[in-house]
């Protein structure tokens, strides 16, 4: 059966441009997901350490690689967001947050806050050695 022309369409994402709170809400998802995969490095990492010497070593020098810092950097910042943006949901659900202003301010605060927590744990991480 032909689509009339004079139908309307129903609305998709093109339709759409992204607003901080989306971009931000699927965000929020990714670090989830990326949260769940270091998480997953971080007990491979635990398990080498318990086995012994030689898988510890293997472990440990893909950890200290280019790759595997990259890898920890963004667990790390994607740890930062979730708790960031985890705090302003709790906002919303004691009913705070919701004018649009306000969720354009604090949304900038959770990219902020994450990336300076981010920077601030590495550089005291480093600094410690």
Same mark, same amino acid.
């Given at each position: 059966?032909? %689509? *009339?022309? #004079? ?5 998709? =994402? %093109? ?5 901080? /709170?989306? +971009?931000? @809400? ?6 989830? +997901?990326? =949260?769940?995969?270091? /998480? $997953?490095? =971080? !007990? ?6 318990? @086995? &012994?010497?030689?898988?510890?070593? +293997? ?14 950097? &963004?667990?790390?910042?994607? $740890?930062?967001?979730? =708790? *960031? #943006? ?10 705070? &947050? ?7 301010? /604090? &949304? ?5 806050? !994450? @990336?300076? $927590? /981010? ?5 005291? !991480?480093?600094?410690?050695?």
């Amino acid at each position: 059966m032909p %689509q *009339s022309s #004079n139908r309307p369409m129903s609305p998709h =994402l %093109q339709v759409y441009r992204p607003q901080i /709170t989306s +971009v931000l @809400s699927i965000g929020h998802r990714a670090c989830g +997901v990326a =949260l769940a995969a270091g /998480t $997953l490095l =971080l !007990a491979w990492y635990l398990l080498a350490a318990a @086995s &012994g010497p030689e898988a510890f070593a +293997v472990a440990h020098g893909f950890i200290s690689s280019i790759i595997g810092r990259v890898l920890l950097f &963004g667990w790390s910042f994607a $740890l930062f967001y979730h =708790l *960031s #943006n985890g705090i302003r949901h709790l906002a919303w659900d004691l009913g705070y &947050g919701f004018e649009i202003e306000t969720l354009t301010q /604090t &949304g900038f605060a959770v990219v902020l806050s !994450a @990336s300076l $927590l /981010t920077l601030v744990a590495w550089v005291a !991480a480093y600094l410690a050695r």
